[in-house]
């Protein structure tokens, strides 16, 4: 009788931890998920993610290996590699992002991160007889073909009463439009992230209109393929958590994050610290306020012939639970 309630006992607890170790692998697959990020070289979350090693700690207890792939020049080589497989996700800008969600591309936004206004906008030199956007008529302009340079060139035109035709635009990539505006080869540069504030601080060169000042819809988004979406979600929710915490660390420690940039951007400390003290507000899951945002700029880039025809955004959102 002791024996066989011995025997009983034991093959209870046997089964007991058989379960329990079934269970711990159901969560923890024996072959670890990689996921793959685009990244640029830009004072985002996801380069603080990066930098500061927070996302492969969040999500070794998922057994997931985090690979970094770039730096890309801007978001639109990035978006080429999504399609093809090469990554699973990346950041860009609204405008640039809208672009390229016409047609079948199998890739989702997924955060959406508000921009203030106060880190990019349209430069000229300092010796330069341009006062105002008004005075960019017949001149030539540095932009990314349909990305954010392309985007604000025309918002601000259209705000200074300019026809869009009126103005040349020399379509290159940053590291070209800065070089072609230092030498003097355009007139003006509208100028994004790192670029803009170095060409005020470190070049000669001036703002005649920041983002705020003509009304900008602009903004950063994070972009996923939408089947790597469907089958990790738990990754992608921890991702996009990763990310609002490097926003809030950043907005806590400037100094050390303008020490940050210095080191990794390259960038000079006086460049570092003006980057580190714009606003820089936490990624959000894409809900009804930023779904409107992206309808609106998504309406006005079709309505301006930047986009041949509106983007379905409604088919390429993916909600992330908070």
Same mark, same amino acid.
């Given at each position: 009788?002791?024996?066989?309630?011995? $025997?009983? %006992?034991?093959?209870?607890?046997?089964? @007991? /931890?058989?379960? *329990?170790?079934?269970? !711990?692998?159901?969560?923890?697959? =024996?072959?670890?998920?990689?996921?793959?990020?685009?990244?640029?070289?830009?004072?985002?979350?996801?380069?603080?993610?990066?930098?500061?090693?927070?996302?492969?700690?969040?999500?070794?207890?998922?057994?997931?290996?985090?690979?970094?792939?770039?730096?890309?020049?801007?978001?639109?080589?990035?978006?080429?590699? $999504?399609? %093809?497989?090469?990554?699973?996700?990346? @950041? /860009?800008?609204? *405008?640039?992002?809208? !672009?390229?969600?016409?047609?079948? =591309?199998?890739?989702?936004?997924?955060?959406?991160?508000?921009?203030?206004?106060?880190?990019?906008?349209?430069?000229?030199?300092?010796?330069?007889?341009?006062?105002?956007?008004?005075?960019?008529?017949?001149?030539?302009?540095?932009?990314?073909?349909?990305?954010?340079?392309?985007?604000?060139?025309?918002?601000? $035109?259209?705000?200074?009463?300019?026809?869009?035709?009126?103005?040349?635009?020399?379509?290159?990539?940053?590291?070209?439009?800065?070089? =072609?505006?230092?030498?003097?080869?355009?007139?003006?540069?509208?100028?994004?992230?790192?670029?803009?504030?170095?060409?005020?601080?470190?070049?000669?060169?001036?703002?005649?209109?920041?983002?705020?000042?003509?009304?900008?819809?602009?903004?950063?988004?994070?972009?996923?393929?939408?089947?790597?979406?469907?089958?990790?979600?738990?990754?992608?929710?921890?991702?996009?958590?990763?990310?609002?915490?490097?926003?809030?660390?950043?907005?806590?420690?400037?100094?050390?994050?303008?020490?940050?940039?210095?080191?990794?951007?390259?960038?000079?400390?006086?460049?570092?610290?003006?980057?580190?003290?714009?606003?820089?507000?936490?990624?959000?899951?894409?809900?009804?306020?930023?779904?409107?945002?992206?309808?609106?700029?998504?309406?006005?880039?079709?309505?301006?012939?930047?986009?041949?025809?509106?983007?379905?955004?409604?088919?390429?959102?993916?909600?992330?639970?908070?």
């Amino acid at each position: 009788m002791l024996r066989s309630t011995f $025997l009983r %006992a034991a093959v209870a607890a046997f089964l @007991i /931890g058989l379960a *329990s170790t079934s269970a !711990s692998v159901a969560a923890s697959p =024996a072959t670890p998920v990689t996921v793959r990020l685009g990244f640029l070289r830009g004072p985002e979350p996801l380069s603080i993610s990066r930098l500061r090693g927070t996302l492969e700690k969040r999500l070794a207890a998922r057994n997931v290996k985090v690979a970094w792939v770039g730096p890309f020049i801007a978001y639109a080589p990035a978006a080429e590699a $999504l399609n %093809a497989n090469a990554i699973d996700i990346t @950041i /860009g800008s609204s *405008s640039a992002a809208i !672009s390229s969600l016409v047609g079948t =591309a199998p890739i989702s936004l997924f955060a959406y991160q508000w921009d203030a206004g106060d880190s990019s906008g349209i430069v000229v030199r300092n010796g330069a007889d341009i006062k105002t956007v008004a005075d960019l008529a017949g001149r030539s302009v540095a932009v990314n073909r349909g990305g954010t340079g392309d985007y604000q060139l025309t918002k601000a $035109l259209e705000k200074a009463g300019v026809p869009s035709s009126g103005v040349k635009r020399a379509f290159l990539s940053p590291v070209d439009s800065a070089a =072609a505006f230092a030498n003097g080869h355009v007139d003006a540069w509208s100028a994004w992230s790192i670029f803009f504030p170095t060409a005020l601080v470190d070049g000669d060169a001036r703002v005649i209109a920041q983002a705020s000042d003509f009304g900008s819809q602009n903004a950063v988004v994070y972009v996923v393929r939408t089947p790597f979406a469907a089958e990790h979600p738990d990754i992608l929710k921890d991702v996009l958590e990763d990310l609002r915490e490097s926003a809030r660390w950043a907005q806590q420690n400037r100094e050390e994050a303008a020490r940050l940039w210095v080191q990794e951007l390259k960038l000079s400390p006086a460049v570092a610290t003006r980057v580190a003290n714009y606003r820089n507000d936490e990624p959000v899951p894409v809900g009804e306020k930023e779904l409107v945002a992206l309808e609106s700029l998504n309406d006005w880039l079709v309505g301006s012939k930047l986009l041949p025809k509106p983007a379905a955004i409604k088919d390429h959102v993916i909600a992330v639970a908070r």
